[in-house]
């Protein structure tokens, strides 16, 4: 080997190793990149309705995307100032890891193992989900149980296949599951014929069910609920200050339905308001952003530009959109249901 | 001596200098993910699984450690890429002989399918493939039987198998509650990766074959008429051995090429080891660690093939010229 090609070597080599040791420093704090970025990098779901779905002009719209607009509007001042980054189930870890976003909104389970092993932190639960099972009329099936020996359409890389394990596992069923790697094929190949049930979400399976069948009421969604599916935003774990403002957006979110607090009346409200607890959300009378790195007006920005929780439901998934779901334990803890926000205080 | 010494020096500083590179990256990775609060190493492939994978050759459930889960993903792709060598490399030669035929229908005909296949990517007629077999077959309770014994449904081809466990006796599929039970059965995911792949790679082979067969020069074919052979004579002792030293290497590379493309079948979900792989990818969000173990499968399956392979190449290579 010649000097000269020798050299080049070392200097191929020294490029490289430069390359990765940079790798080794931290990202600055999340809100500081945001704030000199102006944008918000949010992690969402290559499309399900209801929780994140581009419209054909690329406009993104949805539960979880409302949720991170709220989010932009109480950092940034601007609702539209997020950059939605559609992530396949595999990837989302990884996107949030790597700090490609900055908040994972994307339809995803609390579960002990994400929250403790992958490096990012749950900030509360904004929508209380739970599996079940989608199977055509025609078989005749009115409970999960009769299930057995049929093939069961599943995503790959969700909660909802380990689910599936476990429950026939415990109702001594055996069943085959036959794994998508999509979304889109799973329940294709459910309304093709090729699998007898259909698995994921409840709130997936109506979506599902409304949009994709050629007649929704050949569909029936089985009694059984076989799993807990509580779903929020994920922050990458060690940023405190971050995850402080996501957590407290959502629940600036519920306690302003929670007060009756909507987009049409809040600059109502705010002017004419009276009740200290109010005056303490919409930083008229006390000024709550402080303590979280934010103006006084953050939560009053919130709600004047995506609207409370239950107008975020109502207009993505309840009765305003295409899947109609019910509130079911979505509802306030003092109208049914388990949504109990932290006071603002 | 001395000369030798100096030849090898910078190769093995070479060696030693990749060797640490890769170790300090592969430390980097480790101490950037334990930093981040991300659990890393092979640990958790001893734990139970968790879930289900529909078909394969072993008797795998849920409950059975993660290793047991890959191995099984590992045995899919070769459920599938060894019978579609097979099948690839014998509808190769068939359609590369018949794109030499002297007639023009099955010159013309071989010409258009290899243009057809060998230009539209594999995962389409893959797709194309599956949505077929979903599709236009009847449910499992109105099967067709295409030969006694046999039935075809969205639930998959089913064979009649022999069922030893206590006198050997013919085990006949026959429809039962949801689907089909009994018999043999290939589900229609198995199917369509068997299919699309042995096409897709048929095709490429079959102009290697052809390609092979027409760098034979003219005189040694005309010679061999000369003393006298039979044209099937001279296909076998001339111009097969003489193409096969042109054939073989470029026919490893589509071996390898197949076995690789086998990880799109991930697409139409059968459960081979990127299916398998992705899910319990998912299942402990152990990326770096489960990319690793599919990138160490594929490499040793490739490097495998290509030592079998160079095998043979070594046994029709032309004597003498190494």
């Keep these: ?255 302003a339905e929670e007060y009756g607090i909507t987009r049409a009346n809040v600059d109502a409200i705010k002017a004419e308001n009276k009740d200290p607890a109010i005056g303490r959300l919409l930083g008229s009378t006390e000024d709550t952003g402080k303590l979280l790195g934010l103006d006084r007006d953050w939560a009053y920005r919130a709600i004047k530009s995506v609207g409370n929780y239950g107008e975020i439901f109502a207009r993505n998934v309840g009765p305003e959109s295409v899947l109609k779901l019910p509130r079911g334990l979505n509802n306030l803890w003092n109208k049914g249901g388990i949504l109990y926000a932290p006071p603002v205080r | 001596m001395r000369q030798t010494l100096f030849r090898w020096l910078p190769q093995i500083a070479l060696v030693i200098l990749l060797a640490l590179l890769l170790g300090w990256m592969g430390h980097n990775v480790l ?23 529909g078909e394969g050759l072993l008797d795998y459930d849920a409950s059975q450690p993660l290793w047991r889960a890959f191995l099984t993903g590992t045995l899919n792709t070769l459920r599938v890429g060894l019978p579609a060598i097979v099948a690839a490399t014998l509808l190769g030669a068939l359609i590369g002989l018949g794109r030499l035929a002297e007639h023009p229908v099955p010159r013309k005909l071989c010409g258009a399918l290899v243009e057809t296949l060998r230009n539209i990517p594999l995962l389409l007629q893959l797709l194309m493939c599956y949505f077929a077999l979903t599709s236009l077959l009847p449910e499992a309770s109105e099967a067709i039987a295409p030969l006694p014994g046999f039935l075809l449904s969205k639930g998959g081809l089913f064979l009649p198998a022999l069922d030893c466990t206590q ?97 799109l079948a991930v697409a139409v979900g059968y459960p081979e080891l990127v299916s398998v792989a992705n899910t319990s990818l998912n299942q402990t969000g152990r990326a770096f660690e489960c990319i690793v173990i599919v990138m160490a499968v594929y490499l040793s399956l490739s490097l495998l093939t290509a030592l079998l392979m160079n095998r043979y190449n070594t046994r029709v290579a032309l004597r003498g010229t190494r």
């Design chain 1, 1 to 255: 080997m010649s000097s000269s090609r020798l050299r080049k070597l070392g200097l191929l080599c020294a490029l490289t190793l430069s390359a990765v040791a940079t790798q080794t420093a931290h990202a600055g704090k999340t809100v500081d990149a945001i704030k000199q970025r102006g944008s918000i990098q949010c992690g969402v779901s290559t499309g399900v309705a209801g929780f994140s779905l581009p419209d054909s002009q690329g406009n993104w719209s949805g539960f979880d995307v409302d949720l991170c607009r709220g989010i932009a509007a109480a950092l940034l001042g601007d609702a539209n100032k997020v950059n939605f980054v559609p992530l396949n189930s595999q990837q989302r870890f990884s996107a949030i890891q790597s700090g490609e976003v900055d908040v994972l909104a994307r339809n995803t389970t609390w579960t002990l193992n994400r929250d403790a092993s992958l490096g990012l932190s749950f900030t509360g639960v904004t929508y209380y989900d739970g599996q079940g099972f989608l199977v055509p009329k025609k078989l005749k099936v009115t409970s999960a149980r009769q299930l057995k020996n049929a093939e069961v359409c599943v995503q790959s890389g969700t909660t909802n296949e380990k689910n599936l394990a476990d429950y026939f596992r415990s109702q001594n069923v055996k069943i085959k599951p036959v794994v998508f790697e999509g979304f889109e094929a799973s329940f294709k190949a459910f309304f093709s014929g090729r699998c007898q049930a259909y698995t994921t979400d409840i709130s997936g399976l109506a979506g599902v069910r409304n949009k994709e069948a050629k007649n929704p009421d050949d569909y029936v969604i089985l009694p059984e609920v076989i799993s807990k599916e509580p779903l929020g935003p994920a922050v990458r774990r060690g940023d405190d200050e971050w995850f402080a403002i996501v957590r407290w957006v959502a629940f600036a979110l519920i306690e």
């Design chain 2, 31 to 53: 101490e950037n993910m334990r930093g981040r609060g991300i659990h890393a190493g092979f640990d958790f492939l001893r734990d139970p699984a968790g879930f289900e994978i």
């Design chain 2, 167 to 263: 006198t050997c006796m013919l085990d006949l599929p026959a429809a039962e509650g949801f689907g089909i039970s009994g018999g043999w059965s290939l589900s229609p995911e198995f199917l369509a990766v068997l299919i699309a792949l042995s096409l897709y790679s048929a095709v490429f082979i079959a102009e290697i074959v052809r390609g092979g067969i027409q760098s034979v020069s003219r005189g040694q074919i005309d010679a061999a008429r000369a003393l006298g052979l039979r044209p099937l004579q001279v296909l076998r002792v001339v111009i097969a051995p003489l193409a096969l030293r042109a054939i073989v290497p470029p026919l490893g590379n589509q071996y390898l090429n197949l076995i690789k493309n086998s990880s």
